[in-house]
């Protein structure tokens, strides 16, 4: 299983910028996916999930800024991201997860300079 996430980069407040993850290895229409990030010193915080059947969540903090969307036919998951924050500044990991099963990507990082 695999999961390869891209799109980070730099970007000053305000900015936008749209992560991707695609997944091999597993029947990606089946799980649930999500992102995740993480800042230095601090625990690995859930951003945004989408169901298998399409239902989308969010944690406050992003709520109207960012959007999940997933495709089934490419395997691929998004994250788009808008009005950036320095807050916002992370690594950003995708994950996808079935019943017990959870399977992690290697992570992008987000750097968003005020």
């Known amino acids: 299983v695999q999961l390869q996430a891209s799109g980070g980069g730099s970007v000053q407040a305000g900015g936008s910028l749209r992560l991707s993850c695609v997944v091999s290895?597993?029947?990606?229409?089946?799980?649930?996916m999500g992102w995740y990030r993480q800042a230095p010193g601090k625990q690995r915080e859930l951003v945004a999930t989408?169901?298998?059947?399409?239902?989308?969540d969010y944690v406050d903090s992003v709520k109207g800024r960012f959007t999940i969307s997933r495709d089934n036919a490419k395997k691929m998951v998004y994250l788009q991201m808008s009005s950036l924050k320095p807050e916002d500044t992370c690594i950003y990991y995708c994950?996808?997860?079935?019943?017990?099963?959870?399977?992690w990507g290697q992570g992008t990082l987000v750097t968003v300079s005020s």
């Open positions: 994950n996808a997860r079935r019943g017990g099963s959870g399977y």
């Open positions: 290895g597993i029947t990606f229409r089946l799980y649930d």
């Open positions: 989408i169901t298998s059947g399409g239902s989308t």
